[in-house]
């Protein structure tokens, strides 16, 4: 008896408070309004001590949804496909050392988390991973990582550029950095901007609101402490402040975000309420004219818990209030300064103190309506709006080109075929019959069906007529640029079939077998000099790919030529700037710089020594070939 008892207390932890309807203000524990309790993993679940950001993915391929939770050792994500019964799949662990603060944002199927932790830099996950845990839970490794900056407080991504935008380094004052993670795994920085103060957090928009001055431009809306800033940084070589504004009884100006039209920004004061003795205060700004922002009005809410994250869905925002839980606003008449607190579901029951303690973060954009609660000390609430919808969305579908991947497949999702499928409730989830092509429909046009879904089960479906086209040229690899000396006792080096030899080769997405033309053609006696070799091939498609490199033909080295050229050597190659030669067999006598163009960029004579040191600083980056007593060539990078 003891024994299976003993076996049912380990089990608790893990099972999750079942579907917990609000009845009577209160979901078992929880205070709430409006909002039942689908599942809630404890702390100890996650095997952490302390949760902080929270943020989610919903699977393309199938709709699955997902959980991802920042805690003090690492990030974890939870399938909560299932609301009722989520699944903890794993943990990737902290880059670094363990953190308070941790953040996480998606593009393209990938996460990417920072951290406060030293030397964290920024981590990236391949969350298509999730789709194949076999034995969850399991510690995950990340699959690309940037270390341009050590910690970072928060990131924020646009996806419609790819782009993220780390904020709170130790860098450009703490303002953005911008780095290209259009292919996640290859994260590249492209600068950053020094903002006034430092940036707390941000939101990066591709701007479409009233002020026709910005349209299409890429906005990020800064929170930097003291004052908000609103900068241009749609030309990352030249970002611009377009403009602050500051208000009243500023505590520390921590995060907002944009009203759906951009025209209102809802900002999140995070310790005013202690500095202040204010209820949970929220300030509200109309940006109509980017330029000349101005203060619209405040709200005050019910208890005199700290704001943190908030969130717009449709005409609604969604807040973390720290130990009053989560606080949902009616915002559908925020410009006639007016907004209602409608609902909430308290994570932290003890008290709505203003302390930092409860719920961290909130995501609100599944499209089931699921919506996760990061709480600091209890872990991962999922909760739901218990409203009763019956009205169906209204789906409504646009014709796609679909593009064939590397792979040889695509993947069509909702969002590639709806033309602005709408719902009362702001959430739609998407379903598209049938939506992964390969090859043998390239050239083809099939009908498929999008389904739009919203929260309460209601559905809306419509027709749209997808293309399926291959525009990827072949892969062709070429070779490093190099030299190579004229045949024995000849003038000339004739040139491989660089083909033939395997040398050079190229596969095809959806081409079995591609043919590779070479020019100059195999057996082309090429003279002394240097000399472009350029390849071409060419799929089914009739998409063409093309490679080539630059190989420069230099002087047969006779046996005291070749004993002079192995006794040399170039230190340090690559170089940013001087480049030390050394001779072991005899002395340096002349030494000629050339390009490879095969222009002369300079010329030593009249030397007699074993070591010398010359300066490429002024040199653009490149290959160079050195010359040294006009009978031995080595070949240098410039950095």
């Known amino acids: 008896m003891m024994k299976n008892l003993f076996s049912l207390l380990l089990l608790i932890p893990f099972i999750s408070i079942s579907q917990t309807p609000c009845t009577g203000g209160m979901a078992g524990s929880y205070p709430c309004n409006g909002y039942d309790l689908q599942s809630h993993l404890d702390l100890t679940v996650l095997d952490a001590s302390s949760g902080n950001d929270s943020w989610g993915w919903t699977d393309p391929l199938d709709g699955k949804e997902y959980a991802i939770m920042g805690v003090r050792n690492g990030t974890v994500f939870v399938d909560i496909s299932d609301p009722v019964n989520p699944i903890y799949l794993g943990k990737l662990p902290t880059h670094s050392g363990n953190s308070t603060w941790r953040d996480i944002k998606v593009y393209n199927n990938h996460a990417f988390v920072v951290s406060e932790a030293n030397n964290h830099g920024m981590q ?30 928060n990131i924020v991504i646009n996806e419609d550029t790819g782009y993220a935008y780390p904020v709170g380094t130790s860098s450009f004052n703490g303002g953005p950095w911008f780095i290209n993670i259009q292919n996640p795994l290859n994260p590249v920085s492209e600068g950053g901007y020094s903002m006034d103060d430092y940036s707390h957090d941000a939101q990066v928009i ?16 800064g929170s930097n402490e003291t004052e908000v800033v609103i900068v241009d940084v749609t030309d990352k070589a030249n970002p611009v402040n377009i403009s602050s504004i500051s208000y009243t009884n500023v505590g520390y100006t921590h995060q907002g975000w944009f009203t759906e039209d951009q025209r209102y920004f809802i900002l999140g004061d995070e310790v005013d309420e202690l500095d202040f003795g204010f209820n949970t205060r929220t300030v509200i700004f109309d940006f109509d004219d980017l330029d000349n922002p101005q203060f619209h009005f405040e709200y005050y809410g019910a208890t005199e818990a700290i704001d943190h994250n908030g969130y717009v869905v449709g005409d609604k925002y969604f807040i973390a209030n720290y130990r009053a839980g989560m606080r949902v606003f009616d915002i559908s008449d925020i410009a006639n300064q ?4 409608i609902g909430y579901f308290d994570s932290y029951p003890n008290n709505n103190n203003a302390n930092f303690d409860g719920a961290w973060s909130v995501f609100p954009y599944f499209g089931s ?18 409203e009763i919808d019956t009205t169906d969305p209204v789906a409504v579908c646009q014709d796609y080109t679909a593009k064939i991947a590397q792979n040889g497949q695509v993947i069509v999702s909702g969002s590639n075929i ?12 998407y379903t598209v019959t049938p939506n992964v092509f390969d090859c043998s429909d390239i050239g083809s046009t099939i009908s498929v069906t999008l389904t739009v879904t919203d929260p309460s089960g209601n559905s809306d479906s419509c027709t749209a007529d997808v293309t399926i086209v291959d525009n990827l040229g072949p892969l062709l690899e070429c070779l490093d640029n190099q030299s190579q000396e004229v045949d024995a006792g000849q003038t000339f080096y004739t040139l491989p079939d660089y083909v033939a030899n395997g040398d050079i080769t190229a596969v095809d997405n959806c081409t079995a077998s591609v043919t590779i033309s070479q020019d100059p053609i195999p057996g082309t006696q090429l003279t002394e000099g240097p000399h472009t070799i350029t390849f071409e091939t060419m799929d089914d498609e009739g998409n063409i790919s093309s490679c080539s490199f630059d190989l420069t033909v230099v002087p047969e080295l006779g ?5 002079f050229s192995k006794g040399i050597s170039i230190f340090p190659n690559p170089s940013k700037g001087a480049l030390t030669i050394t001779s072991k067999s005899e002395n340096i006598t002349s030494i000629t710089i050339i390009d490879i163009t095969g222009k002369r960029l300079h010329e030593i004579n009249n030397l007699d020594v074993t070591q010398t040191t010359i300066d490429i600083s002024t040199f653009s980056r490149g290959i160079y070939f050195i010359n040294l007593n006009g009978k031995a060539t080595k070949k240098v990078i410039k950095q």
Not at 214 to 221: C, M
Not at 421 to 429: E, K, L, P, T
Not at 559 to 563: G, K, L, N, R, W
């Open 206 to 221: 591709t701007y479409n609101g009233p002020d026709g001055d910005y349209t299409g431009r890429e906005i990020l809306i």
């Open 559 to 563: 046996i005291e030529d070749s004993y």
């Open 418 to 429: 709806d033309g602005g499928s709408s719902d009362d409730s702001g959430f739609i989830s």
């Open 369 to 386: 309506g699921n919506i996760v609660i990061s709480d600091i000390n209890r872990g991962l609430f999922i909760v739901k709006s218990n």
């Open 124 to 153: 990236v996950f391949d969350l298509t991973r999730l789709r194949s845990v076999a034995n969850p839970p399991v510690s995950f490794t990340e699959d690309a990582h940037f270390n341009g900056f050590g910690s970072a407080h």
């Open 338 to 341: 007016n907004i209602n607190e």
